[in-house]
Protein backbone atom coordinates (compact mmCIF):
# COMPACT_ATOMS: atom_id res chain seq x y z
CA UNK A 1 0.00 0.00 0.00
CA UNK A 2 0.83 3.70 -0.86
CA UNK A 3 1.83 5.84 1.76
CA UNK A 4 1.00 9.40 1.82
CA UNK A 5 3.11 12.59 3.50
CA UNK A 6 -0.47 13.89 4.48
CA UNK A 7 -3.09 11.66 6.85
CA UNK A 8 -5.55 13.86 5.73
CA UNK A 9 -4.81 12.93 1.46
CA UNK A 10 -8.27 10.58 0.57
CA UNK A 11 -7.50 7.23 0.11
CA UNK A 12 -8.54 7.48 -3.78
CA UNK A 13 -5.30 9.04 -5.02
CA UNK A 14 -3.31 6.24 -3.09
CA UNK A 15 -5.58 3.36 -4.43
CA UNK A 16 -5.79 4.31 -8.08
CA UNK A 17 -2.80 3.29 -10.31
CA UNK A 18 -2.06 1.67 -13.61
CA UNK A 19 -1.44 -2.15 -13.56
CA UNK A 20 -0.95 -4.51 -17.06
CA UNK A 21 -2.62 -7.44 -15.39
CA UNK A 22 -6.60 -7.33 -17.12
CA UNK A 23 -9.36 -9.59 -17.00
CA UNK A 24 -10.84 -9.80 -20.37
CA UNK A 25 -14.10 -10.24 -18.79
CA UNK A 26 -16.49 -7.92 -20.02
CA UNK A 27 -17.19 -4.65 -18.49
CA UNK A 28 -21.29 -3.88 -17.93
CA UNK A 29 -22.50 -1.16 -20.41
CA UNK A 30 -23.62 0.41 -17.11
CA UNK A 31 -20.34 0.83 -15.84
CA UNK A 32 -18.54 2.00 -19.01
CA UNK A 33 -21.51 4.50 -19.31
CA UNK A 34 -20.95 5.60 -15.54
CA UNK A 35 -17.00 6.26 -16.71
CA UNK A 36 -17.50 8.46 -19.27
CA UNK A 37 -20.66 9.97 -16.80
CA UNK A 38 -17.39 11.12 -14.15
CA UNK A 39 -15.27 12.24 -17.11
CA UNK A 40 -18.53 14.22 -18.16
CA UNK A 41 -18.51 16.89 -15.09
CA UNK A 42 -14.87 17.09 -15.27
CA UNK A 43 -14.27 21.55 -15.10
CA UNK A 44 -13.18 22.91 -18.68
CA UNK A 45 -12.58 26.34 -20.12
CA UNK A 46 -15.68 28.00 -21.49
CA UNK A 47 -17.06 25.05 -20.18
CA UNK A 48 -16.00 23.74 -23.76
CA UNK A 49 -15.73 19.80 -22.47
CA UNK A 50 -13.09 19.17 -25.32
CA UNK A 51 -12.52 15.71 -24.27
CA UNK A 52 -13.99 12.88 -26.91
CA UNK A 53 -13.48 9.28 -26.02
CA UNK A 54 -13.95 6.47 -29.04
CA UNK A 55 -13.83 3.39 -27.55
CA UNK A 56 -13.82 -0.48 -28.39
CA UNK A 57 -15.14 -3.77 -26.93
CA UNK A 58 -15.85 -5.66 -29.90
CA UNK A 59 -13.41 -8.21 -31.14
CA UNK A 60 -13.02 -6.49 -34.49
CA UNK A 61 -12.41 -2.92 -32.61
CA UNK A 62 -10.33 -4.12 -30.07
CA UNK A 63 -8.03 -5.60 -33.05
CA UNK A 64 -7.78 -2.30 -34.99
CA UNK A 65 -7.16 -0.61 -31.29
CA UNK A 66 -4.57 -2.93 -30.47
CA UNK A 67 -2.91 -2.56 -33.56
CA UNK A 68 -2.00 1.07 -32.92
CA UNK A 69 -0.44 0.34 -29.73
CA UNK A 70 3.62 0.14 -29.45
CA UNK A 71 4.58 -3.10 -28.89
CA UNK A 72 6.00 -3.04 -25.42
CA UNK A 73 2.00 -2.05 -24.71
CA UNK A 74 0.40 -4.57 -26.85
CA UNK A 75 2.12 -7.18 -25.20
CA UNK A 76 0.00 -6.92 -21.90
CA UNK A 77 -2.82 -4.09 -22.97
CA UNK A 78 -4.55 -6.53 -25.35
CA UNK A 79 -5.85 -8.78 -22.32
CA UNK A 80 -7.66 -5.77 -21.55
CA UNK A 81 -12.00 -5.80 -22.42
CA UNK A 82 -12.23 -2.09 -23.23
CA UNK A 83 -9.39 0.23 -25.37
CA UNK A 84 -10.88 3.38 -25.14
CA UNK A 85 -8.98 6.33 -27.37
CA UNK A 86 -9.31 9.79 -25.83
CA UNK A 87 -9.13 12.81 -27.91
CA UNK A 88 -9.00 16.17 -27.21
CA UNK A 89 -10.55 19.54 -29.20
CA UNK A 90 -8.49 21.27 -30.25
CA UNK A 91 -10.34 24.61 -31.19
CA UNK A 92 -13.26 26.60 -29.36
CA UNK A 93 -16.78 25.56 -30.62
CA UNK A 94 -17.94 29.02 -30.17
CA UNK A 95 -15.39 30.95 -32.13
CA UNK A 96 -13.25 28.41 -33.50
CA UNK A 97 -10.50 29.53 -32.16
CA UNK A 98 -7.26 27.34 -30.43
CA UNK A 99 -7.77 26.13 -27.45
CA UNK A 100 -4.62 26.52 -25.66
CA UNK A 101 -6.79 24.74 -22.29
CA UNK A 102 -8.30 21.47 -24.77
CA UNK A 103 -5.40 18.90 -23.83
CA UNK A 104 -5.50 20.80 -19.73
CA UNK A 105 -9.46 19.92 -19.72
CA UNK A 106 -8.71 16.55 -21.33
CA UNK A 107 -6.33 15.43 -18.59
CA UNK A 108 -9.10 16.72 -15.80
CA UNK A 109 -11.50 14.57 -17.19
CA UNK A 110 -9.50 11.33 -17.54
CA UNK A 111 -8.61 11.59 -13.95
CA UNK A 112 -12.24 11.36 -13.01
CA UNK A 113 -12.90 8.82 -15.69
CA UNK A 114 -9.89 6.59 -13.36
CA UNK A 115 -11.05 7.41 -10.28
CA UNK A 116 -14.28 6.64 -10.87
CA UNK A 117 -13.27 3.02 -12.60
CA UNK A 118 -11.40 2.58 -9.04
CA UNK A 119 -14.74 3.06 -6.80
CA UNK A 120 -16.54 0.43 -9.64
CA UNK A 121 -13.66 -2.19 -8.81
CA UNK A 122 -12.23 -1.19 -12.12
CA UNK A 123 -8.46 -0.30 -12.85
CA UNK A 124 -7.46 2.36 -15.92
CA UNK A 125 -3.68 2.50 -17.60
CA UNK A 126 -3.15 5.14 -19.96
CA UNK A 127 -0.77 4.95 -22.92
CA UNK A 128 1.04 7.34 -24.82
CA UNK A 129 2.66 4.69 -26.51
CA UNK A 130 0.76 4.27 -29.70
CA UNK A 131 0.62 5.33 -33.19
CA UNK A 132 -0.83 8.70 -33.91
CA UNK A 133 -1.52 8.74 -37.40
CA UNK A 134 -3.00 5.39 -37.19
CA UNK A 135 -5.25 6.48 -34.00
CA UNK A 136 -7.19 8.58 -36.64
CA UNK A 137 -7.46 5.91 -39.25
CA UNK A 138 -8.81 3.47 -37.17
CA UNK A 139 -11.64 6.17 -35.40
CA UNK A 140 -12.32 8.16 -38.36
CA UNK A 141 -11.70 11.10 -36.05
CA UNK A 142 -10.50 14.41 -38.15
CA UNK A 143 -7.20 14.97 -37.57
CA UNK A 144 -7.35 18.56 -37.93
CA UNK A 145 -9.54 19.36 -35.24
CA UNK A 146 -8.83 16.95 -32.51
CA UNK A 147 -5.74 15.72 -30.91
CA UNK A 148 -5.19 12.06 -30.20
CA UNK A 149 -4.17 12.55 -26.77
CA UNK A 150 -3.71 8.53 -25.02
CA UNK A 151 -5.04 4.94 -25.45
CA UNK A 152 -6.57 4.03 -21.83
CA UNK A 153 -7.02 0.41 -21.13
CA UNK A 154 -10.01 -0.50 -18.64
CA UNK A 155 -10.60 -3.66 -17.10
CA UNK A 156 -10.45 -5.67 -13.94
CA UNK A 157 -7.49 -6.19 -12.71
CA UNK A 158 -6.34 -9.91 -11.65
CA UNK A 159 -3.20 -11.71 -10.34
CA UNK A 160 0.21 -10.34 -12.14
CA UNK A 161 0.99 -14.26 -12.53
CA UNK A 162 -1.06 -14.00 -15.47
CA UNK A 163 2.13 -11.68 -16.86
CA UNK A 164 5.39 -12.61 -18.65
CA UNK A 165 8.15 -12.84 -15.77
CA UNK A 166 9.42 -9.66 -17.34
CA UNK A 167 6.25 -7.48 -16.84
CA UNK A 168 5.57 -9.23 -13.36
CA UNK A 169 8.52 -7.29 -12.25
CA UNK A 170 6.81 -3.91 -13.13
CA UNK A 171 3.65 -4.57 -11.21
CA UNK A 172 3.37 -2.81 -8.54
CA UNK A 173 2.28 0.54 -7.58
CA UNK A 174 5.20 3.41 -8.36
CA UNK A 175 6.63 5.86 -5.68
CA UNK A 176 6.19 9.54 -6.00
CA UNK A 177 8.68 12.23 -5.38
CA UNK A 178 8.17 14.75 -2.35
CA UNK A 179 5.59 17.73 -2.90
CA UNK A 180 8.45 20.03 -2.18
CA UNK A 181 9.86 18.99 -5.45
CA UNK A 182 7.06 20.78 -7.18
CA UNK A 183 5.99 23.46 -5.51
CA UNK A 184 7.62 27.19 -4.85
CA UNK A 185 6.18 29.74 -2.89
CA UNK A 186 6.26 33.46 -4.71
CA UNK A 187 8.84 32.25 -6.99
CA UNK A 188 10.63 29.17 -8.48
CA UNK A 189 13.89 28.38 -6.92
C1 LIG B 1 -0.34 10.20 -20.65
C2 LIG B 1 0.20 8.92 -20.10
C3 LIG B 1 0.94 8.07 -20.93
C4 LIG B 1 1.40 6.85 -20.45
N1 LIG B 1 2.00 5.99 -21.31
C5 LIG B 1 2.27 4.73 -20.91
C6 LIG B 1 2.67 3.73 -21.85
O1 LIG B 1 2.77 3.97 -23.07
N2 LIG B 1 2.93 2.47 -21.37
C7 LIG B 1 2.80 2.15 -20.05
O2 LIG B 1 3.02 0.98 -19.69
N3 LIG B 1 2.39 3.08 -19.15
C8 LIG B 1 2.10 4.33 -19.54
N4 LIG B 1 1.63 5.26 -18.64
C9 LIG B 1 1.49 4.91 -17.22
C10 LIG B 1 2.53 5.63 -16.38
O3 LIG B 1 3.78 5.03 -16.58
C11 LIG B 1 2.09 5.59 -14.92
O4 LIG B 1 0.89 6.32 -14.77
C12 LIG B 1 3.15 6.20 -14.01
O5 LIG B 1 4.32 5.40 -14.01
C13 LIG B 1 2.65 6.29 -12.58
O6 LIG B 1 2.23 5.03 -12.13
P1 LIG B 1 0.77 4.75 -11.58
O7 LIG B 1 -0.21 5.23 -12.62
O8 LIG B 1 0.71 3.26 -11.38
O9 LIG B 1 0.61 5.53 -10.31
C14 LIG B 1 1.18 6.49 -19.08
C15 LIG B 1 0.46 7.35 -18.25
C16 LIG B 1 -0.04 8.54 -18.75
C17 LIG B 1 -0.86 9.41 -17.84
Known sequence: MRKSDSKHLDSMFLERWSPRAFSSE??????????????RWSPSCFNEQPWHYVYARSEDDLTRFQSILV?????????????????????????????????????????ALTLQANKLGLHCHGMGGFDQDKAYQVTNVDADKYNAICVIAVG????????????????S???????TEFISEGKMS
Open 26 to 39: AISDENLNTLFEAA
Open 71 to 111: DANKAWASSAPVLVIAFSKKQFSHNNKPNRWADFDSGAAWM
Open 156 to 171: KMISPENLSLDLQKKE
Open 173 to 179: PSDRKPI
